[in-house]
């Protein structure tokens, strides 16, 4: 069983910056790919994932070169460094692990979740 939180949500302008951050719980964090998904409405985005092994990163288009996912296998975290927010980012942000080699976009491919943190983003 693992369980998550995350935390690092909040309200920034237009350009500005955020870095979430998900604890897990457990002794096998390193064991799980980890995703970051994101729901404004009633479907919920695939952000980014980093696998479990060599640390392959995923992300959706509309966020490469502005989202940085990463993990600290030691701290039990994984991060998402988000730069030059728009304010279509406006989500909350659900943080995945999923027990496999590699990354997956779907999100029933992933075994616990967090609660969420909530990102707003203003014009």
């Known amino acids: 069983q693992v369980q998550l939180v995350e935390s690092g949500g909040g309200l920034v302008q237009a350009g500005g910056a955020l870095r979430l951050s998900c604890v897990a719980s457990?002794?096998?964090?390193?064991?799980?790919?980890m995703g970051w998904f994101r729901q404004a409405g009633k479907e919920r985005e695939f952000v980014a994932a980093i696998?479990?092994?060599?640390?392959?990163?995923d992300y959706v288009d509309s966020v490469k070169g502005r989202f940085t996912i990463s993990r600290d296998n030691a701290r039990n975290t994984v991060y998402l460094q988000m730069n030059s927010l728009k304010p279509e980012d406006t989500a909350v942000y659900y943080c995945?692990?999923?027990?496999?080699?590699?990354?997956?976009?779907?999100?029933?491919?992933?075994?616990?979740w967090g609660q969420g943190t909530q990102v707003t983003v203003s014009s």
């Open positions: 457990g002794r096998t964090f390193s064991s799980y790919t």
């Open positions: 995945a692990a999923r027990a496999a080699w590699y990354n997956s976009r779907r999100s029933e491919e992933y075994n616990y």
């Open positions: 696998s479990r092994s060599v640390g392959t990163t």
